[in-house]
């Protein structure tokens, strides 16, 4: 299984990536679509809402289980991916074949950078799995 | 955790293991919804050696096997199976199961045979259950252990295995079977009888030579696209069909009746356990009834989740869900109160975060 170095992870599985501007991709980890196994639909209703950290932004539908996504730090949800989104190319699978790149969920305007600070590095969160 | 005599095999074959009532059972190989097309189109071959399985013989077999389960059994032949349900003392369901009416080659004159075929998570439960009420001049054997079970199911299972017995398997009714010369081995029993709504074959064999089995199916199988199928497609199979599920839809609580079994609950054959509390049921009517319902929304009902009316008042409770695969919609079965039972009611499924717009439909949701 794949962690890539250069993402923050948290306890519920969610991977952030941080870029310019204060602005974060967030998606679930490897681990996460593995256990949930195939994903046949994704719900994000928080889109322009200010969510905060710890706080459910969405929910992932598997064939067999129904997860809710947390949001690892408080941040404004600006976008859905359209890959994912129902309403556009629906295409939830993505999340299980490239859960760190095509397979993100939603973009965040992030409310308090130092937030991050609380959220694993790659070793930390495979020691946490181990 | 137990396991079958196929689990190394299904480790090795890359399957995602997960524990089931106790065992240690493949949950998928290539993924749900490839597995669930396999069985629909094609065949698919599932090791579901964990269920139980009890041999009853004697002369008054059929008068235990009468007083335990809610079917008529002495309509069986020699060579049919019928499913039945294993009523408790109180209008519930202790499991349900197949009751399999077997040759006599091994009994002395005025004997009879049975095997049972019961879930695995229930196999104590109703060892003890069906013991208790032994009265009758019969044995009760639990071959369980020694027992495996491949299910082939699927439009082309009689082809796909037709080259491994003499038996001519297109003549094999639907929920009936052949004891017979299978794959090199002995004695199989070949029932054409599943779980999948889409046909095929469920082959019993001792387990020391399930893996043996397994391999000839596949051998055998391979110019017709055969696959392993786990447990996750097994579920979205026979959910699509309506099929219930023990523990899930049916359970010590619910009533045949309410369940949609009244076919299997045979209040004139003459006495079983709670025969009276389903006569009544029968006359006076019952409060609550397992439907199936479609959700409108994309988002699939779970286990648990509460059924609503429009207005939001709770009317039930959801047993069962899963997306569809051959439909591709969210569906799902629960018992309502009678007066939502009727097709096309519109009903609202809670999420715990939200209501979800439902309506009630006929199963099976999928024709085949």
Redesign the interface.
């Known amino acids: 299984m794949n962690f890539p170095v250069d993402l923050k992870y948290s306890e519920e599985h969610e991977w952030i990536r941080v870029g310019d501007d204060d602005t974060a991709y967030i998606g679930i980890t490897d681990h996460a679509q593995s256990e949930l196994g195939e994903l046949v639909y994704v719900e994000v209703d928080t889109l322009g809402d200010e969510v905060a950290k710890d706080d459910i932004f969405g929910t992932v539908e598997a064939v067999k289980t129904t997860s809710d996504l947390y949001m690892p730090v408080s941040g404004t949800v600006l976008e859905f991916n359209p890959k994912i989104d129902e309403a556009e190319d629906d295409e939830p699978g993505l999340i299980n074949s490239d859960p760190y790149g095509d397979g993100w969920i939603i973009k965040v305007k992030l409310s308090d950078p130092s937030e991050l600070d609380s959220l694993m590095d790659s070793e930390a969160y495979q020691a946490l799995l181990a | 955790m137990k396991t079958t005599p196929l689990t190394e095999k299904h480790i090795a074959l890359g399957a ?1 293991m997960a524990e089931f009532a106790g065992y240690n059972m493949p ?2 190989y290539a ?3 490839e597995e669930h097309a396999c069985v629909r189109n094609d065949v698919g071959v599932f090791d579901v050696s964990h269920m139980g399985e009890f041999i009853v013989k004697g002369k008054e077999a059929l008068d235990l096997i009468q007083k335990v389960t809610s079917n008529n059994a002495a309509k069986l032949e020699i060579g049919d199976a019928q499913y039945s349900c294993l009523p408790n003392h109180k209008g519930g369901v202790v499991d349900d199961l197949l009751v399999y009416r077997l040759p006599e080659d091994n009994c002395t004159e005025g004997e009879q045979a049975f095997m049972l075929v019961v879930n695995a998570s229930n196999i104590e439960k109703d060892w003890n259950w069906i013991k208790e009420h032994n009265t009758f001049d019969t044995r009760l054997i639990n071959i369980s252990g020694e027992t495996g079970l491949l299910a082939v199911q699927g439009p082309k299972a009689a082809d796909a295995l037709q080259s491994l017995t003499e038996v001519d398997l297109k003549s094999v009714k639907y929920y009936s079977f052949v004891k017979g010369q299978f794959a090199g081995l002995d004695n199989v029993i070949i029932s054409a009888t599943g779980y999948t709504g889409s046909g095929g074959f469920e082959l019993y064999a001792s387990s020391d030579q399930l893996a043996q089995l397994w391999d000839a199916v596949f051998e055998a199988g391979k110019d017709f696209g055969i696959k392993p199928v786990g447990l ?1 497609a097994r ?2 199979l026979r959910l699509e069909m309506g099929f219930a599920l023990y523990g899930n839809d049916i359970s010590d609580t619910t009533s045949p009746i309410e369940a949609g079994l009244g076919w299997i609950t045979k209040t004139k054959k003459g006495e079983f356990n709670s025969v009276e509390i389903f006569r009544k049921q029968r006359v006076e009517g019952i409060t609550r009834k397992l439907v199936g319902f479609e959700v409108l929304d ?3 009902p ?1 286990h648990d989740y509460i059924i609503q009316d429009t207005d939001g008042n709770e009317i039930g409770v959801v047993t069962s869900g ?2 569809s ?1 051959s439909l591709e919609k ?1 569906i799902g079965m629960g018992y309502v109160k009678k007066e939502f039972s009727t097709e096309g009611t519109e009903i609202q499924i809670s ?1 715990g ?2 209501s979800l717009n439902a309506k009630v439909v006929k199963v099976p949701f999928y024709k085949v």
Request: net charge positive.
């Open positions: 995602k949950i998928s993924g749900i919804k996750g579920d979205t994309r988002r699939v779970r899963t997306m695969p969210p999420t975060r939200k």
